[in-house]
Each structure stands twice: as structure tokens, then as C-alpha cells.
């Protein structure tokens, strides 16, 4: 049976499609975007859990493209 790992990103709107890549690039799949509460875009991504403990290097590769993407920077 797959497992899934999730992750949920603001999407700044004038980076749409750099943000998207990236994170498709890094094997995560958008589900979703929404209206955030404070009234911007989030995005929501899936992926596959692996066996091979790559699921921590995942999540650490999750948090570096985040933070590529504050304030605006590609």
C-alpha cells in the first residue's frame, strides 16, 4: 500500500510557475490551491513515502525550496 507525505506552501502569484516546478522537480505533486486565511494562495503537494529513508532528506529538500522562495526570491 502507498503512503503519502504531504506538504501545504504559500504560492506567490507573480512566481507561480517556478515555485511549481520546483517542487515537482523534488517529486511532489499538486493536489490542490486554496485561499489561505490572511487571503493568499497555498498550494498543496503530495508525494510517495519511500522505504529507503529518503523521507527525512525529503522534507530537509522541502524546507531549502521554501525558503529559496521568501520574500520573492527565486
Do not use: C
Not at 507573480?14 to 511532489?28: R, V
Not at 524546507?63 to 520574500?71: L, M, N
Amino acid at each position: 500500500m502507498t503512503t503519502w507525505e504531504y506538504l501545504t506552501t504559500p504560492l506567490l502569484i507573480h512566481n507561480t510557475a517556478a515555485i511549481l516546478n520546483n517542487w515537482g522537480k523534488q517529486g511532489w505533486e499538486l493536489v490542490q490551491v486554496v485561499q489561505g486565511p490572511e487571503g493568499g494562495l497555498v498550494a498543496y503537494f503530495k508525494r510517495p513515502v519511500t522505504t529507503d529513508g529518503s523521507t527525512n532528506a525529503g522534507l530537509a529538500a522541502a524546507a531549502e525550496a521554501s525558503r529559496q522562495f521568501e520574500g520573492g526570491q527565486a
